[in-house]
């Protein structure tokens, strides 16, 4: 299975650190209260920040393109892990984004809501489920990177 991640500026090296590993990811799209409290469930429950630390990216490279629209030099590109990475995904979850409602009428309920969601981690890529499309949240050190569409 390949992943995509759409970039709102032309990637030009062909390896990359994960930068959220220095410094962790500032939410865009995720009240920030739900953002820290996510943090803390995949935390204690998988053992890594997977809101600030991880690579989001997806096997649909439709989502991708979408994340990099807009952008005059946005691109999408292939992304394959390195070294030792972990990947965490729920079937249940396309985009964690997609539910404000539930996720920002009520903060406290945030953790209880991830605990139903059936969040998986794995090794490797292959265990993904097969046309599975949704968000992936990547934890590793570096990824390869090939650049298959620009803008």
């Not at 650190?17 to 220095?22: A, G, M, R």
């Not at 009428?105 to 499309?133: A, C, H, R, T």
């Amino acid at each position: 299975m390949k992943l995509y991640r759409g970039f709102n500026k032309l990637i030009e090296s062909k390896h990359l650190d994960n930068p959220f590993l220095v410094t962790p990811r500032t939410p865009i799209h995720t009240n920030y209260e739900v953002h820290c409290l996510a943090d803390r469930w995949f935390e204690m429950n998988l053992g890594i920040k997977a809101r600030s630390e991880c690579i989001f990216c997806t096997p649909d490279i439709h989502t991708a393109l979408r994340f990099s629209e807009g952008y005059e030099h946005g691109c999408v590109a292939e992304i394959t892990p390195e070294g030792n990475y972990q990947i965490v995904f729920s079937e249940n979850v396309i985009d964690f984004n997609e539910y404000p409602e539930i996720l920002e009428e009520d903060p406290s309920k945030v953790q209880d809501w991830l605990s139903n969601q059936d969040y998986l981690s794995v090794k490797d890529v292959k265990d993904i489920p097969e046309g599975f499309m949704g968000e992936i949240m990547l934890y590793c050190a570096s990824f390869g990177v090939k650049v298959i569409h620009s803008y």
